[in-house]
């Protein structure tokens, strides 16, 4: 049984790497990386950026089973998205390498610059945000009370990403 615990800066490299296997099937890393090993490379560089940068907010966690990280969820503060300036290039360079392509450095600064901010929790009686560029979960979170506000394309030729909103649940 997986034990959950806060992310360790010595566990990044694995917990990047489950992240990589987690996304492999979005449609946005797969217009991006269409081969499968540039894809696992890219992914998992990319968001082994994103973790990182949440690490110093304490709310990346991990589960770990058999010392193995396998599965691995963060959230960063209100107020900390979008993320400033300089965080913003911190994560640029650490990912800089998944974007090296012009194709990807193009379309993949289209959609990153589309991000929404994600949901905050129903204590704080914030409304909740989010996107997906799976056309799947739309369904699965409309079952948990999320609305599509926007479909959005960001390069015409790729896939879509959704925006969706949910009031607080009191």
Not at 14 to 23: E, G, I
Not at 125 to 135: D, F, N
């Amino acid at each position: 049984m997986p034990t959950i615990d806060t992310l360790r800066p010595d566990q990044l490299e694995d917990s990047s790497a489950v992240l990589a296997r987690a996304f492999d099937d979005d449609p946005v890393f797969r217009y991006l990386y269409p081969t499968p090993r540039r894809r696992q490379w890219s992914t998992g560089n990319f968001l082994q950026a994103i973790v990182r940068d949440g690490l110093p907010f304490g709310e990346v966690w991990a589960a770990i089973d058999d010392g193995a990280v396998v599965g691995t969820a963060g959230w960063l503060p209100e107020g900390t998205y979008p993320p400033s300036r300089r965080r913003a290039v911190r994560q640029l360079v650490a990912a800089w390498q998944a974007l090296l392509t012009p194709h990807t450095f193009r379309d993949g600064l289209r959609y990153l610059t589309e991000d929404a901010v994600l949901g905050r929790l129903d204590t704080t009686g914030v409304p909740a945000y989010l996107e997906t560029s799976t056309e799947g979960n739309v369904a699965w979170y409309r079952h948990h009370g999320f609305e599509v506000q926007r479909e959005v394309r960001p390069v015409p030729a790729g896939p879509p990403v959704w925006t969706m909103w949910r009031e607080p649940k009191t």
